[in-house]
Antibody
Framework: EVQLLESGGGLVQPGGSQRLSCAAS????????MYWIRQAPGKGLVWVSS????????TYADSVKGRFTISRDNAKNTLYLQINSLRAEDTALYFC???????????WGQGTLVTVSS | DIVMTQSPDSLAVSLGERATINCKSS????????????LAWYQQKPGQSPKLLIY???TRESGVPDRFSGSGSGTDFTLTISSLQAEDVAVYYC?????????FGGGTKVDIK
């Protein structure tokens, strides 16, 4: 089955860190750019970060630049997001997403919830 | 960044009636080299992750019912549900993938009247 499965979310204190993982299966992971996209409770979708096929090109939203790091391990078919210096406004459901050829998203994970609170 | 503005924020439509959602981009998302609009539509049902419905503004993703259609070009786009079904209750988002970063509209909630 073609799917993405995120893990690693949870409750973390302000200033803390977390590593999110996204396990891909059912397709050739290394053939796709990948995104992390987040959705604050009751809010819309916001792009967080992108990574190319082999991890050589990464981009970040201004709001997370310098605090978040995206990476991938194609041998393990896994995408990662290291999130540091967490703030209350980082509280959200974090989705990993597979990018179709030009940039539409044709596969989404179920999301992992990160809650930043003391 | 390209700003995507959706309207209305919500709408309620009777079963079997037409639902129309609008999306406007702050700059054109038409690539003149291939004449494609870099615009997608997604459906997010309660408690679920989003699902791709339409890409290139009007190309239906495989498996998407033909009651869903997309139209428009440049900066103005429309998603139409020709005959609303109960399972179409969801929030719908437009997204541009012409510029970096990709950006989404704020969403339109569709309910049954």
């Amino acid at each position: 089955e073609v799917q993405l499965l995120e893990s690693g979310g949870g409750l973390v204190q302000p200033g803390g860190s977390q590593r999110l993982s996204c396990a891909a299966s059912g397709f050739t992971f290394s053939h796709y750019w990948m995104y992390w996209i987040r959705q604050a409770p009751g809010k819309g979708l916001v792009w967080v970060s992108s990574i190319d096929y082999d991890g050589s090109v990464t981009t970040y939203a201004d709001s997370v630049k310098g605090r978040f790091t995206i990476s991938r391990d194609n041998a393990k078919n896994t995408l990662y997001l290291q999130i540091n210096s967490l703030r209350a406004e980082d509280t959200a459901l974090y989705f990993c997403a597979r990018v179709a050829g030009a940039g539409a998203i044709n596969l989404w994970g179920q999301g992992t919830l990160v809650t930043v609170s003391s | 960044d390209i700003v995507m503005t959706q309207s209305p924020d919500s709408l309620a439509v009777s079963l079997g009636e037409r639902a129309t959602i609008n999306c406007k981009s702050s700059q054109s998302v038409l690539n003149s080299s291939n004449n494609k609009n870099y615009l997608a539509w997604y459906q997010q049902k309660p408690g679920q992750s989003p699902k791709l419905l339409i890409y290139w503004a009007s190309t239906r993703e495989s498996g998407v019912p033909d009651r869903f259609s997309g139209s428009g070009s440049g900066t103005d786009f429309t998603l139409t549900i020709s005959s609303l079904q109960a399972e179409d209750v969801a929030v719908y988002y437009c997204q541009q993938f012409f510029g970096t970063p990709i950006t989404f509209g704020g969403g339109t909630k569709v309910d049954i009247k």
